[in-house]
C-alpha cells in the first residue's frame, strides 16, 4: 500500500512541475487568438514606430510600403499581415515577438480599425 502511495505521489509531482510553463515559452511560433482589444494607437503604432517605420526602413522617401500613418498601414495590411504575420520575413531585423505577432494579427482579426 505505502508503495502505490508514494509511486502516486512521485506520478502527481512530476505532472505538476511544469505548470508555470507558459504557452509562449511552450509554442514559440504559435498565434493565440484572445479577447482584448488591441487599439491602433497604443498597441499597433508602436510596434509599427519602433520596429517598421524607423530610420532607413518604411518612412517617406525610404523603403516601400510607406507605414508612417494609419491610412497608408491600413491601404497594406495584407502585406503587412503576410510578412510580419505569417512569414515572419519583416522586419529584416528579425521576427516580431509572439506577443507583438498577436497584438497585430488579433488587431487585424477585429478590423484593423483606426482606434
Not at 509599427?48 to 516601400?64: L, M, P, R, T
Request: hydrophobic share 40%.
Amino acid at each position: 500500500m505505502l508503495k502505490k502511495i508514494t509511486g502516486l505521489l512521485l506520478v502527481s509531482i512530476s505532472l505538476t512541475a511544469c505548470y508555470k510553463d507558459t504557452e509562449e515559452e511552450l509554442y514559440p511560433n504559435s498565434f493565440v487568438k484572445d479577447n482584448n482589444t488591441y487599439t491602433f494607437a497604443t498597441d499597433v503604432k508602436p510596434i509599427i514606430d519602433i520596429k517598421c517605420a524607423s530610420a532607413g526602413c518604411h518612412i517617406s522617401g525610404a523603403q516601400a510600403p510607406d507605414l508612417t500613418t494609419y491610412a497608408l498601414v491600413k491601404a497594406n495590411i495584407v502585406r503587412v499581415e503576410a510578412r510580419a504575420v505569417t512569414l515572419k520575413t519583416m522586419p529584416t531585423s528579425g521576427a516580431l515577438s509572439v506577443l507583438e505577432i498577436n497584438k497585430l494579427k488579433n488587431w487585424i482579426d477585429a478590423g484593423a480599425l483606426n482606434n
